[in-house]
């Protein structure tokens, strides 16, 4: 089965730092591995993925993430951090499997504090 | 174009009724998931649908049910509400291999 974890509740970091919220999975094969943005209220919005290829993948916003198979992880980050990213962050991951059927499976998100 | 549309946005049930739930995917997307998100236990996975079958269920009882139309478009029910039912219940549209775009959500509370 795929899971994914985000060992972080939370992160703070000041404005102007560099930022990483961190994710590792577990899949059977090569996962499809996601980033997504939650602000209050709000459904979440794709931030970026990795599917093959380059292993840095650049997002939206500025963020990018560095997929390092050996370490199965998937950490997201960003070279200076601003207060609106201020959010809650959700990993995922799908193990392409069968045909391409595996749901989607999210971590338990991380709390992404930018202190002005 | 036009994102993931979910109707309503906010909903009050009375416990034991029943309420559905609708979403519109993206044009042309033909797979729609839904997710029940709480603070404790984030995202779970309930269902997806791809082009009018049922694919993938995640491990809700069979209160929680769902279906897609002809159009793509899905709806999910769930009867006899319980108080643990209130959440904010997430609808996704996707293109296979890429990520999910998803709508604002349904905020349901159970009273």
């Known amino acids: 089965a795929q899971s994914v974890a985000q060992p972080e509740d939370q992160v703070n970091v000041a404005e102007g730092n560099p930022l990483t919220v961190k994710c590792t999975y577990s899949v059977s094969g090569n996962p499809y591995l996601f980033w997504y943005v939650q602000y209050p209220n709000r459904g979440l919005q794709f931030l970026l993925k990795y599917i093959t290829g380059d292993n840095l993948v650049k997002g939206s916003y500025g963020f990018e993430a560095e997929f390092n198979k050996s370490q199965t992880s998937f950490h997201l980050k960003k070279p200076s951090a601003l207060v609106s990213d201020s959010a809650l962050y959700f990993c995922?991951?799908?193990?392409?499997?069968?045909?391409?059927?595996?749901?989607?499976?999210f971590g338990i998100g991380t709390k992404l504090q930018v202190i002005p | 174009k036009a994102g993931v549309t979910q109707t309503p946005r906010y909903l009050i049930k009375t416990r034991g009724q029943q309420v559905t739930l609708s979403c519109s995917p993206i044009s042309g997307h033909r797979s729609v998931s839904w997710y029940q998100q709480t603070p404790g236990q984030g995202l779970q996975f309930l269902f997806e649908?791809?082009?009018?079958?049922?694919?993938n269920k995640g491990n809700f009882p069979g209160r929680f049910s769902g279906r897609q139309f002809s159009n793509s478009r899905s709806e999910m029910n769930v009867s006899t509400l319980e108080l643990g039912d209130s959440a904010l219940y997430l609808c996704?549209?996707?293109?296979?291999?890429?990520?999910?775009?998803f709508g604002s959500g349904t905020r349901l509370t159970v009273v």
């Open positions: 649908y791809f082009s009018e079958t049922q694919r």
């Open positions: 996704a549209s996707s293109l296979d291999r890429d990520g999910y775009t």
């Open positions: 995922a991951v799908r193990d392409p499997g069968s045909g391409g059927y595996q749901k989607v499976t």
